[in-house]
């Protein structure tokens, strides 16, 4: 509706009285049953509404707006592209952070003393020349916040207004002050959907969680975001391709995580951004070389082994890797878009163990079986040794199977002596079928059963007391130690000792009640004790008799029985929620 | 004629607008406030008031009462062996008043206005109109407990320019609202609150107390009816620390009295908490309503809990004056809502009068936004009608679809502040289809109608097509139409009520009863011996000997222990 008709509805001539306006508004509304006809009641308040607002002035929307030739403007914006660096300045200004960090809300005013020394204070604290000290601030805001005054509801609104400003505007130094000033003035229980400034604390508050889950060496943004916060690098090492997906992904979470960027050090994202911006190795091409050098190294392998058996099996990798390079960057780029949002739900701690549990448990203890129907050849168990050798340096640097493993300082404690080991026991192998299904088939149905009580007997562990946490996690680990030991003494009439095999078991469940009860950090003694007696485990048929490709699937399948033991320990350990696997 | 009533968690109480003026009506024991409690009575008929509030402590498994609390749940309460849910225990005790009214002015009363709290959400705002429905009334309007209290306040203050606040606390929730009066125009600028804040909660906050000082294993007990004895002392001693600086808290359990002094100072100190979360809405309010402490001409406090020396104080410091005493803080919001049956009516000394209310929450419906790394982030809120904007009102805005070749476009509804739907509540859902075509490209606009009463609107409309839908927001899980309520209705007419006429007698008879219990020894004998005088007048059926009894007991239980309690 037009101003004019507006004014016409009010009945009066325009005028930039409020008072004037109010008072037709009451004298119109008297003729008007609300009841009986909203309509004509919502379009007289929203005439009010408007005189009020614009008075005799002409709001915007009924402005002449001067013709403009649109071709003239499309010229114009082509030649502005090309100076777009200058021409753009001001809206720079806005998009710096550094400016607007520099941005100072305005400091209310208080009749006599009131909190306004409290507030200079902090106000000279939080913009100091150099970061001041939490605990200060911390101390500073509570005074501030316990100050009498604050009782008087003008002052309280002042001071808050000011606070949630000066926070909102000044993180990380503020962040000190967020905890208090959310109990304060109950921000999160209403969060008000038009005030930036409380919005942005609160987004503040869930992205502090978020960074200091950033802090674990583990998290699969942690890497970029050391990249980021810390000094510009100078240049990217050649086989560096990971970190510039990492980094781009993360550059992404910004916009969602916007307060994070006050963390980070302006100089190291801007180089990131250049580096980024200018050529720079294609998405995922980690992915790329390393998915493809270990199909060729396979497919070498199978090519150099005697016996025509092969051939099928070398004609399905080609196949394969053929399938996977048809399938293009952009298959390759959405698994591993969904591999991170995987990984990163897991952090979330929405994990669905079981399902993914059951799956790793079933593949990996399905393959030596697999392997042992194979034939065996000798000469390819040199070869077996260096490949295991590579694919385990390969897969466990990754971070794939296990973020943790792919820790620059877990490498000499846990997966060298795990790849030395795994080579060794690799070019010794042989295995046969018989002691392959004796060892294989009562884990499988271990593993299965286990997998299948798993998420239950989560919950019931998740929700109890330690005592009864530990209890539960003995007892169903003994029962599955004793089913597998004892289906594997009845079956295991081809296994030499077969002492070992019932004894391994218990081994296990040993790790784990170590794991259990301990409050100190796993890594230190449970990983390199759970690696070596599965490998032990699993490898220890092969001892008998053995085919090399039985040895490749043994290898991948020690590694993923190892992780998933290794994360039924976690999550039966993790009892604060302090380490999300 | 249409009758004002304060439906509350504590009391209720019935006005009417009678001469150009509102009046109250006085209960069966004539009393202006009545109990909100339903409790069965030993010959299995439903009594309210205040025979069943007195019930609660002698038999707590056959008597209910602050249901309010749980109105628009699914929430069952226990009489007997019956269930009621808070609608239909409320409906009771809507019945009884209706009779009050009836007896008070010989005419039949079937149209009401019923008051509810400002922050009442629209589910529980559905559950009063259907309590008003099953008493047998025909509620012509739901009207804010704080506008109401405005109203009593405005309609003597007609000629005041400034904004006022008006500061209700009541037995279970606070609301606060600013009201400004121009030419005649009361006109409500902004209402906040807190829904689960009232005088109940300071009473927990004296007993648990009160408990921890007594000491023992006396607060692991649980049994309703040592509940509601320590419930029933506490509010006991409150009234006292209303108007002297320490009370005693006593009770009797298990066959022995336990008792301890409460001062002021312990009182407020524990009260803390409670007192801070009464400036949360008051500062929503000002600020919302875009007026400063200083600019308010007065702070209008009413409900019952407001009578409290520990609120009165904390109101001080927090405006920086002392509170206006003008209107009865029991009585205001009854008295309100019967001179808006007056407007309703059109009566003639109210010709002059306008009342404007607002909606005191933010409604709005479910939106989705594309992510930077692909797919969508869900669950955002998006307003449509922002909070304390004037109702009626009607806003429309224009949404879009989210991904290429969307089908139909689903929109959840739902009523909060908060900017993610899952802390906002749910209102329903409206789905429509759309023409497939790249994400972003079809626009849909959504209007929102929201009425006087509460009743909100949604149509849906997509321009491209001119297809249409709209929803009446009903309550989703009862779904009922008018066929299920009449039969509700009779349903629960078919129970048994107890006699209005011997209410009175009723209501003495169970105040000896808990006094009974609540003393020991001597006092106890003497009580059982009054109870039983009593009950002698009542048998020979003489009215006259029964309503002479009935007052020399009161007398007798006064001298026991001190004047009843509203």
């Known amino acids: 509706m037009k101003l004019a008709d507006q004014w016409a509805l009010l009945g009066i001539a325009p005028t930039d009285d409020p008072r004037e306006v109010k008072r037709a508004y009451a004298r119109t509304l008297k003729t008007v ?19 009020t607002e614009w008075g005799t002035n002409t709001p915007w929307w009924e402005e002449d707006l001067p013709d403009i030739d649109l071709d003239e403007v499309a010229l114009e914006e082509g030649e502005g592209a090309l100076a777009a660096d200058s021409d753009d300045d001001a809206y720079d200004e806005f998009d710096d952070p550094e400016n607007w960090q520099n941005w100072r809300p305005d400091r209310p005013a208080f009749a006599g003393e009131g909190p306004g020394p409290a507030v200079a204070e902090l106000e000279d604290l939080l913009y100091a020349e150099d970061a001041p000290d939490p605990e200060r601030v911390h101390a500073l805001g509570q005074a501030l916040l316990a100050h009498p005054d604050l009782d008087h509801v003008d002052q309280a609104v002042a001071v808050e207004r000011w606070l949630a400003e000066a926070i909102a505007s000044n993180f990380p130094r503020s962040d000190p002050l967020i905890e208090p000033a959310l109990a304060r003035f109950a921000w999160k229980d209403h969060a008000r959907l038009r005030d930036w400034a409380v919005g942005r604390i609160i987004q503040r508050l869930d992205d502090l969680h978020f960074r200091q889950l950033l802090g674990q060496p583990h998290h699969p943004h942690h890497r970029a975001f050391r990249e980021l916060a810390g000094p510009p690098r100078g240049k990217l090492g050649l086989f560096e391709f990971g970190v510039a997906d990492d980094v781009s992904d993360f550059l992404g979470l910004l916009n969602e995580r916007p307060t994070l960027e006050s963390d980070l050090n302006p100089a190291g994202v801007a180089w ?12 995922h091409f980690g992915w790329w070389w390393s998915g493809t050098s270990m199909l060729l190294a396979l497919a070498a392998l199978v090519a150099l082994a005697p016996a025509g058996g ?63 129907l194979l034939p065996p050849t000798w000469p390819a168990a040199a070869l077996s040794a260096a490949l295991a050798a590579a694919l385990g340096w390969k897969v466990l640097r990754s971070g794939w199977i296990s973020p943790e493993w792919a820790e620059p ?28 299904a004796a060892v294989g088939l009562p884990l499988l149905l271990a593993a299965w059963t286990g997998s299948l009580f798993y998420a239950p007997l989560h919950e019931a562990v998740g929700a109890s007391p330690r005592p009864r946490r530990v209890a539960l996690a003995i007892g169903a680990l003994l029962t599955l130690a004793a089913a597998a030991a004892a289906l594997g003494f009845t079956l295991g009439e081809a296994v030499r000792p077969p002492v070992v095999f019932a004894l391994v078991p218990c081994a296990i469940v ?14 230190i003694f449970e990983w390199p004790l759970r690696a070596v007696l599965i490998i032990l485990y699993w490898t220890a048929p092969a001892l008998s008799a053995g085919g090399f490709l039985a040895i490749v699937f043994t290898l991948v399948a020690c590694y993923g029985l190892g992780y998933a033991l290794i994360r039924v320990g976690f999550v039966l350990k993790d009892e604060a929620g302090a380490r999300p696997i | 004629m249409i009758v004002g009533i304060d439906l509350g968690t504590t009391n209720s109480a019935v006005a009417i607008f009678r001469d150009g003026a509102p009046v109250l009506v006085p ?26 509030r007195e019930r609660i402590v002698t038999e707590p498994l056959a008597a209910r009462t602050l ?19 808070s609608e239909e225990l409320s409906s009771f005790v809507l019945r009884s008043l209706k009779a009050d009214v009836e007896a008070f002015t010989g005419q039949a009363a079937d149209r009401a206005v019923i008051t509810v709290p400002a922050y009442f959400n629209d589910k529980q705002r559905k559950a009063t109109r259907r309590a008003g429905e099953l008493a047998g009334f025909t509620v012509e309007r739901l009207i804010n407990e704080p506008t109401a209290a405005a109203l009593a306040y405005g309609i003597h203050e007609l000629e005041e320019e400034q904004p006022f606040l008006v500061f209700d606390l009541g037995g279970g929730t606070f609301d606060v609202s600013i009201v400004e009066i121009f030419e005649g125009v009361i006109e409500v600028r902004s209402s906040a609150g807190d829904n689960r804040l009232g005088g109940e909660d300071f009473n927990t906050a004296l007993s648990q107390l009160a408990l921890q000082r007594i000491g023992g294993t006396l607060k692991d007990v649980a049994d309703p009816r040592f509940d509601e004895a320590v419930r029933d002392a506490a509010e006991r001693a409150r009234r006292h620390l209303s108007d002297s600086p320490e009370a005693t808290f006593g009770f009797v359990w298990d066959g022995e009295r336990h008792e301890t002094v409460i001062d002021t100072a312990a009182f407020e100190e524990r009260c803390a ?32 809990a407001t009578r409290m020396p520990v609120v009165r104080r904390a109101a001080t410091r927090m405006f920086g004056r002392f509170p206006a005493t003008r209107v009865h803080p029991d009585y205001a919001v009854a008295l309100g809502a019967a001179i808006q049956g007056g407007l309703k009516e059109r009566d003639a000394a109210l010709k002059e009068i306008r009342l404007t209310d607002v909606c005191p929450f933010t409604l709005g419906i479910e939106t989705s936004e594309p992510m930077p790394g692909g797919g969508l982030r869900t669950g955002l809120f998006s307003p449509v009608i922002e909070r304390n904007t004037v109702v009626p009102a009607s806003r429309v805005e224009t949404y879009s679809t989210v991904q290429d070749g969307q089908r139909a476009v689903e929109f959840g509804i739902f009523q909060g502040e908060s900017r993610l739907v899952a802390e906002n509540v749910r209102l329903g859902s409206v789905k429509i289809p759309v023409p497939a075509k790249r994400a972003g490209t079809v626009a849909v606009d959504v209007r929102f109608s929201y009425d006087a009463s509460g009743l909100l609107e949604v149509d849906v409309t997509v321009p491209e097509t001119g297809e249409t839908r709209q929803i009446v927001i009903a309550d989703e899980e009862e779904g009922q139409d008018a066929a299920a309520l009449e039969k509700r209705r009779a349903e629960l007419a078919r129970l048994k009520f107890h006699p209005r006429e011997e209410d009175a007698s009723r209501a003495v008879l169970e105040r000896a009863k808990r006094c009974y219990e609540g003393h020991l020894g001597d006092m106890r004998a003497y009580v059982s011996g009054l109870i039983s005088r009593f009950e002698n007048a009542l048998d020979s059926q003489d009215p006259r000997i029964a309503a002479a009894a009935r007052e020399e007991l009161v007398k007798a239980l006064d001298e026991v222990e001190g004047e009843r309690i509203l």
């Open chain 1, 33 to 51: 049953d609300i009841d009986a006809d909203p309509a004509a009641f919502i379009a007289l308040r929203a005439a009010m509404e408007a005189a």
């Open chain 1, 272 to 283: 990131w951004r250049d580096h980024l911006a200018g050529p720079h190795l294609p998405r």
């Open chain 1, 310 to 372: 092969l051939l099928p099996i070398f004609l399905a990798l080609l196949a394969a890797a053929a399938a996977l390079s048809l399938a293009g960057i952009r298959g390759w780029a959405q698994l591993a878009a969904w591999r991170r949002r995987e990984r990163e739900r897991h952090w979330e701690r929405e994990r669905e163990p079981a399902r993914g549990l059951a799956f790793t448990a079933a593949l990996v203890l399905a393959l030596p079986p697999l392997g042992a």
């Open chain 1, 409 to 436: 300082s877990n490498r000499p404690r846990v997966f060298l002596p795990t790849v030395a080991a795994l080579a060794a026991l690799a070019g010794a192998a042989q295995l046969t079928p018989a002691a392959a």
């Open chain 1, 510 to 523: 040993a790790a784990h009640l170590a794991t259990a009860w301990s409050d100190v950090d796993a890594h």
């Open chain 2, 27 to 52: 209960n069966s024991l004539g009393d202006f406030l009545t109990p909100s409690a339903v409790a069965l009575a030993p010959d299995g008929s439903l009594v309210t008031g205040m025979a069943a």
């Open chain 2, 67 to 85: 249901f309010k609390r749980a109105m628009g749940t699914q929430v069952r309460h226990k009489l007997g062996r019956k269930q009621f849910s």
């Open chain 2, 273 to 304: 908490p409670l007192i801070d979360r009464l400036r949360e809405p008051v500062i929503r309010s000002l600020r919302d309503g875009g007026v400063k402490v200083e600019q308010l001409s007065e702070i209008v406090m009413v409900g019952g």
